[in-house]
């Protein structure tokens, strides 16, 4: 496993840095996977040097040629898929099966972007004038830099790294702290698949001095994170300061709406789902179910058998079914949300607690809390844990307005085989991304992903979007009229 960080070709260990970042499995705190010395800004200048030299000739390679780097990497990706899926459950805590999915996203992600070496395009327009010819072309931004979390240590990498390289940038990479090992196989692959020396830097460090020092930089001419709210907005502010470009994807309060006569056996499950896989700890995940009172008895009582059914454990278990909380401070906000919910009055009716046995890592009890209100903390505040707050509407307008009524608008989930309800829905409900008749969680490599309100700035990520965001704009004008005026035909 490589332990360092990756600036120019080279894999190594700087010696700067204050501490050490500590990798343990969250599952079992006594198993420390690595320690990753951390970098610091003065390595962040070195990267950003290091990429820049490398974008003279990466952003001339023919953008079929870049594209076909990641076309490599996601065969190679495929081939170490237990590898890293192993590596990503032990670090991150995320059941097996949940991260071979994540694998097999970010394999999209790459196939995706490769296809798209062939279709980066501008556009041909007709000009006022005779004989001159219009159009545009897509141009690459220079350095870019990428500050990763933890949550989905490999996909999230790979669907900002895969654009941004294709697009013809260079790039400098920050994972989180609590996640880097994964993050160091993307570059192993990308490394493999024959990405030249400088075209992609990782440096492992602290988000307050390496993050910071990447935002900071005026080399780095875009930066694309995902993360807090409380980091983003400073990140945002800070780069925007100096006229960088920013997309910034943050939190969510996401709910699902569910009406009489909506079917019960797609609903559970669903909510199931949303809540509780990868331990709640997805911007995406269904932290609200909003449900009419005659529904609402026979839902709360299936929501609740499941979660006492499912198999907390290990992700390295097969039989597991939900893992542990990232790590210490997470499991705390956890509980403390727990805490939180039951003083305002909410009722508790499972979990709540750490599970039986399982006191050797960061576990978590599948939570449901019935009676929450739109005042409640649990209703507005994002937990990033297995934590499902249960509120009753009398309506779709109600349903509607509740969902709405929290700062964040990721996405939406209506259960209805209503038609007009169905619309009505996918028209008002304030959230980038609106499902029906499905849970809140997923994105597909060629679908825009991202958020409303408090949850994005800038534009979406993934699909032609995300890769739009890397690129500029050129028009170009050529006249050939063989004339020294410029002369209007109108
Ligand atoms: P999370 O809840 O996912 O830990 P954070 O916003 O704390 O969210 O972290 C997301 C990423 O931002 C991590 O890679 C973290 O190291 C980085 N980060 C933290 N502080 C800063 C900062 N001041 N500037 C830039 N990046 C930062």
Same mark, same amino acid.
């Given at each position: 496993?490589?332990?360092?960080?990756?600036?120019?070709?080279?894999?190594?260990?700087?010696?700067?840095?204050?501490?050490?970042?500590?990798?343990?499995?969250?599952?079992?705190?006594?198993?420390?996977?690595?320690?990753?010395?951390?970098?610091?800004?003065?390595?962040?200048?070195?990267?950003?040097?290091?990429?820049?030299?490398?974008?003279?000739?990466?952003?001339?390679?023919?953008?079929? &040629?870049?594209?076909?780097?990641? *076309?490599?990497?996601?065969?190679?990706?495929?081939?170490?898929? $237990? =590898?890293?899926?192993?590596?990503?459950?032990?670090?991150?805590?995320?059941?097996?099966?949940?991260?071979?999915?994540?694998? #097999?996203?970010?394999?999209?992600?790459?196939?995706?972007?490769?296809?798209?070496?062939?279709?980066?395009?501008?556009?041909?327009?007709?000009?006022?004038?005779? $004989?001159?010819?219009?159009?545009?072309?897509?141009?690459?931004?220079?350095?870019?830099?990428?500050?990763?979390p933890?949550?989905?240590?490999?996909?999230?990498?790979?669907?900002?790294?895969?654009?941004?390289?294709?697009?013809?940038?260079?790039?400098? !990479?920050?994972?989180?702290?609590?996640?880097?090992?994964?993050? *160091?196989?993307?570059?192993?692959?990308?490394?493999?698949?024959?990405?030249?020396?400088?075209?992609?830097?990782?440096?492992?460090?602290?988000?307050?001095?390496?993050?910071?020092?990447?935002?900071?930089?005026?080399?780095?001419?875009?930066?694309?994170f995902t993360g807090s709210n409380q980091i983003g907005y400073a990140l945002y502010a800070?780069?925007?300061?100096?006229? %960088?470009?920013v997309?910034c994807e943050l939190g969510g309060k996401?709910?699902?709406?569910?009406?009489?006569?909506?079917?019960? $056996?797609?609903?559970?499950?669903?909510?199931?789902?949303?809540?509780?896989? &990868?331990?709640?700890?997805?911007c995406?995940?269904? &932290?609200?179910?909003? +449900?009419?009172?005659?529904?609402?008895?026979?839902?709360?009582?299936?929501?609740?058998?499941? +979660?006492? %059914?499912?198999?907390?454990?290990?992700?390295?278990?097969? %039989?597991?079914?939900?893992?542990?909380?990232? $790590?210490? @401070?997470?499991?705390?906000? #956890?509980? !403390?949300?727990?805490?939180?919910?039951?003083?305002?009055?909410?009722?508790?009716?499972?979990?709540?607690?750490?599970?039986?046995?399982?006191?050797?890592?960061?576990?978590?009890?599948?939570?449901?809390?019935?009676?929450?209100?739109?005042?409640?903390?649990?209703?507005k505040e994002e937990?990033f844990?297995?934590?499902?707050?249960?509120?009753?509407?009398?309506?779709?307008? =109600?349903?509607? @307005?509740?969902?709405?009524?929290v700062e964040y608008g990721l996405?939406?989930?209506?259960? &209805?085989?209503?038609?007009?309800?169905? !619309?009505?829905?996918? =028209?008002?409900?304030?959230?980038? !991304?609106?499902?029906?008749? =499905?849970?809140?969680?997923?994105?597909?490599?060629?679908?825009?992903?991202?958020g409303l309100k408090a949850t994005g700035i800038?534009?979406?990520?993934?699909?032609?979007?995300?890769?739009?965001?890397?690129?500029?704009?050129?028009?170009?004008?050529?006249?050939?009229?063989?004339?020294?005026?410029?002369?209007?035909?109108?």
């Open positions: 496993m490589k332990t360092g960080s990756y600036v120019d070709g080279k894999w190594y260990h700087p010696t700067g840095g204050s501490r050490l970042v500590k990798n343990t499995n969250p599952a079992d705190t006594k198993d420390v996977i690595a320690e990753f010395p951390a970098a610091t800004a003065k390595d962040v200048e070195k990267a950003i040097a290091g990429a820049k030299k490398a974008f003279e000739s990466w952003s001339k390679t023919p953008a079929p &040629s870049r594209g076909r780097v990641l *076309a490599r990497a996601a065969e190679i990706a495929r081939r170490r898929k $237990d =590898e890293i899926a192993r590596t990503m459950t032990r670090e991150q805590g995320k059941v097996l099966k949940e991260a071979r999915g994540e694998v #097999d996203k970010g394999i999209a992600c790459l196939e995706f972007n490769a296809g798209e070496g062939f279709r980066i395009q501008g556009k041909t327009l007709p000009c006022e004038l005779k $004989d001159v010819f219009t159009y545009t072309i897509r141009r690459p931004l220079g350095v870019v830099g990428l500050i990763t933890w949550n989905f240590p490999w996909a999230i990498p790979v669907w900002k790294v895969a654009p941004a390289l294709v697009a013809g940038n260079t790039v400098v !990479m920050k994972p989180a702290e609590l996640t880097p090992a994964t993050c *160091a196989l993307l570059v192993e692959v990308l490394e493999e698949a024959g990405l030249p020396p400088g075209c992609l830097q990782l440096v492992v460090g602290p988000g307050s001095e390496v993050g910071n020092a990447i935002t900071a930089n005026p080399d780095i001419k875009a930066v694309s800070q780069a925007a300061a100096r006229g %960088a470009k997309t996401n709910a699902v709406i569910v009406l009489p006569g909506a079917d019960l $056996d797609a609903v559970v499950p669903a909510v199931l789902n949303g809540a509780f896989g &990868s331990t709640g700890q997805r995406t995940a269904t &932290s609200r179910v909003l +449900a009419h009172p005659d529904i609402m008895g026979q839902l709360t009582e299936a929501v609740v058998a499941g +979660a006492k %059914a499912l198999k907390v454990g290990p992700g390295l278990d097969e %039989a597991s079914q939900m893992g542990p909380a990232v $790590d210490k @401070k997470q499991h705390a906000q #956890d509980l !403390m949300y727990v805490d939180v919910a039951k003083k305002e009055g909410a009722r508790l009716l499972t979990g709540g607690g750490v599970p039986k046995g399982l006191d050797q890592g960061y576990f978590v009890e599948p939570t449901v809390f019935e009676g929450v209100r739109a005042e409640h903390r649990l209703f937990v844990g297995p934590v499902l707050a249960l509120t009753p509407i009398k309506d779709l307008s =109600e349903g509607i @307005k509740l969902a709405n009524a996405t939406c989930s209506l259960y &209805s085989r209503d038609v007009n309800d169905v !619309m009505r829905f996918v =028209e008002e409900v304030e959230t980038g !991304m609106v499902h029906v008749n =499905e849970p809140t969680v997923g994105g597909e490599a060629q679908l825009p992903f991202g800038g534009g979406r990520e993934m699909s032609t979007d995300g890769l739009e965001f890397f690129t500029e704009t050129k028009t170009v004008f050529i006249n050939y009229t063989g004339k020294a005026e410029r002369s209007f035909v109108r």
